[in-house]
């Protein structure tokens, strides 16, 4: 029942998210739309941030389910925009309110996730340090937040294909060379 009653608040959010801004939003407006209390909403969140949070994070699983391996990462970035462009008015509306940097974290962590996983497999067998290979999925992730960034920045415009073909462009081999950099006893 938790997860129906999360679910019913993420659709009355969205919905609102249709004809007003966050910033216009209250706690009440979605309880309201909804159709329980207010001590319900608190029972499953602190707050209208908390509750966009868990939707991001809940649109991510679904996003990279399966998509964390080099020779699925591609398909992976692209469910990222699909995810993202299947909520464009959720997303358009966060970011464009006070809650920018929430975007920004769920991206971040969505991408991060996705790109451990990469490195990771791409590093079986070697010597390389967690720390080093964090960098290198760090790295990566703050160049893929940075183009969904932009991309996002310019209503979502720019043919989601193409930049996931020419990140690939940039990509392809450069993780397992950085990875053998770093391998030694640094």
Known sequence: MSQVT???????????????????????????????????????????YDLIEWCCVED????????????????????IF??????????????????????EIYLYKLTYDLLIGVVEEKSAGMNVREEDKKFIADFYKYAFVGLMLDWVRHDMKGDPHRII??????????VAAALERFKTNR
Not at 165 to 174: Q, T
Request: aromatic share 10%; charged share 30%.
């Open 6 to 48: 999360k679910r019913a608040l993420e659709a009355s959010l969205k919905n609102l998210l249709l004809k007003k801004p966050l910033d216009k939003i209250t706690i009440n407006d979605i309880t309201e739309d909804c159709g329980i209390n207010r001590m319900t909403f608190y029972y499953h969140f602190k707050d209208i």
């Open 60 to 79: 991510a699983k679904k996003a990279l389910e399966g998509k964390k391996t080099y020779d699925t990462w591609q398909q992976g970035f692209l469910q």
């Open 82 to 103: 699909e995810a993202v462009l299947d909520n464009k008015p959720f997303i358009l509306n966060v970011y464009h309110s006070v809650s920018r940097e929430q975007v």
């Open 165 to 174: 073909e020419d990140l690939s462009v940039v990509m392809h081999g450069n």
